[in-house]
T-cell receptor, first 112, second 114 residues
Framework: KAGVTQTPRYLIKTRGQQVTLSCSPI?????VSWYQQTPGQGLQFLFE???????NKGNFPGRFSGRQFSNSRSEMNVSTLELGDSALYLC???????????FGPGTRLLVL | AQTVTQSQPEMSVQEAETVTLSCTYD???????LFWYKQPPSRQMILVIR??????QNATENRFSVNFQKAAKSFSLKISDSQLGDAAMYFC???????????FGTGTSLTVIP
């Protein structure tokens, strides 16, 4: 089975722009979670989607949003980018809530 | 909210030796799951081992084993016969059985010395 894939792998944006990141879960996995990873803060949970519905949400501003499609693919959007949004964004999928998460390789976002 | 603490930002071990990474967590729940994930320099996060809180027996996966002390809320990872490929950032994670959300520690960077 193919693993979790994320596109793009690297991205450079400037302050004020917006960005959309994509995540394709492992086939059959219905849950997709997003995390922001920075050297100082570690992994911080952004949100989780299951069957196209947001089930959990972390403590991030409204500039961070997401959605999930009927094929379980998920997108994350960050509007009005700030320098502090520079991070590795990780996506993880699992079959259901009772299962283990499997991570993608991440998208490294650099905001200049 | 649950918190996960990894008090060792960096650790090093000689090749073929044994190293133990520490993790403590804070929760009022009785049912939960604990994980150790490994993130090599390539950045792909990989599951190392998983422990169900209701199981008293410590989980083992080849050279990796855990010491789960539920009362002390401690979940350490032991790596035996360390190999160069074990060099990575290791994250301890807690998953609530109720909300099902994952909580991660800040990670321990493990260096393996040849």
């Amino acid at each position: 089975k193919a693993g979790v894939t994320q596109t793009p792998r690297y991205l450079i944006k400037t302050r004020g722009q917006q960005v959309t990141l994509s995540c394709s879960p492992i086939s059959g996995h219905r849950s997709v979670s997003w995390y922001q990873q920075t050297p100082g803060q570690g992994l911080q949970f952004l949100f989780e989607y299951f069957s196209e519905t947001q089930r959990n949400k972390g403590n991030f501003p409204g500039r961070f949003s997401g959605r999930q499609f009927s094929n379980s693919r998920s997108e994350m959007n960050v509007s009005t980018l700030e320098l502090g949004d520079s991070a590795l964004y990780l996506c993880a999928s699992r079959i259901g809530f009772q299962e283990t998460q499997y991570f993608g390789p991440g998208t490294r976002l650099l905001v200049l | 909210a649950q918190t996960v603490t990894q008090s060792q930002p960096e650790m090093s071990v000689q090749e073929a030796e044994t190293v133990t990474l520490s993790c403590t967590y804070d929760t009022s729940e009785s049912d939960y799951y604990l994980f150790w994930y490994k993130q090599p320099p390539s950045r792909q996060m990989i599951l190392v081992i998983r422990q169900e809180a209701y199981k008293q027996q410590n989980a083992t996966e080849n050279r990796f084993s855990v010491n789960f002390q539920k009362a002390a809320k401690s979940f350490s990872l032991k790596i035996s016969d360390s190999q160069l490929g074990d060099a990575a950032m290791y994250f301890c994670a807690y998953r609530s059985a109720v909300g099902n959300q994952f909580y991660f520690g800040t990670g321990t960077s493990l260096t393996v010395i040849p």
